[in-house]
């Protein structure tokens, strides 16, 4: 069955940085980008970034390009975002979600969600 | 970037009643629509795709329309599974966007 995991809760101190990881199964992961979708707490949905899993290219939301890396490792199914220069406002779940390469569909399956608390 | 506007923000309704949720975009855009909801403390779960087409599984008392800006949900009998935040999304140009989502509650 495709199952999206994702590393566990981080707490991070403002000008950190952290890293989320997504270990896709379950399917062919050349076949489906991976996307980035993050929720503040009590808020809706923001999409981040997206990473192509053939050749690595990712596209990012305007507001997160400077401070956002989206990357993939082919030979562990395995997506990482990396965001630097953490604010209190990036307190939020992360999400990893796929969308197909072909077809019309958009994101079918969703990772459980990374929990990312910016403190000091 | 195209900004999608949901209304009702918050719904109030009672199981059977028949419910629909409205999503504008700021600009013409394709069909290109998805719906999700969510439930708290989970993931989204896709409901719809390309404005109209049901997710395998999802159960037939949703349907969604539209074209242009004005694209809908519709949920013909409501069940007590079904109070949940809505969200819609386009997919027609990057960046994605979502509508500020829409909570229905239990009447």
């Known amino acids: 069955q495709v199952q999206l995991v994702q590393s566990g809760a981080e707490v991070k101190k403002p000008g950190a940085s952290v890293i989320i990881s997504c270990k896709a199964s379950?399917?062919?992961?050349?076949?489906?980008?991976m996307h980035w979708v993050r929720q503040a707490p009590g808020q809706g949905l923001e999409w981040m970034a997206i990473?192509?899993?053939?050749?690595?290219?990712?596209t990012y939301a305007q507001k997160f390009e400077a401070r956002v890396t989206v990357t993939r490792d082919t030979s562990t199914s395995t997506v990482y975002m990396e965001m630097s220069s953490l604010t209190f406002d990036d307190t939020a779940v992360y999400y990893c979600?796929?969308?197909?390469?072909?077809?019309?569909?958009?994101?079918?399956?969703w990772g459980q969600g990374t929990v990312v608390t910016v403190s000091s | 970037d195209i900004q999608m506007t949901q209304s009702p923000s918050t719904l109030s309704a009672s199981v059977g009643d028949r419910v629909t949720i409205t999503c504008r975009a700021s600009?013409?855009?394709?069909?290109?629509l998805a719906w999700y909801h969510q439930k708290p403390g989970k993931a989204p779960d896709l409901l719809i795709y390309k404005t109209s087409i049901l997710e395998s599984g999802v159960p037939s008392r949703f349907s969604g329309s539209g074209s242009g800006t004005e694209f809908t949900l519709t949920i013909t009998s409501l069940q007590p599974d079904d109070f949940a935040t809505y969200y819609c999304q386009q997919y027609d140009s990057y960046p994605w966007t979502f509508g500020q989502g829409t909570k229905v509650e239990i009447k």
């Open positions: 600009q013409r855009m394709s069909n290109y």
């Open positions: 990473i192509n899993p053939s050749g690595g290219r990712a």
């Open positions: 979600a796929r969308w197909p390469v072909t077809g019309t569909t958009s994101l079918d399956y």
């Open positions: 379950g399917y062919t992961f050349m076949t489906y980008y």
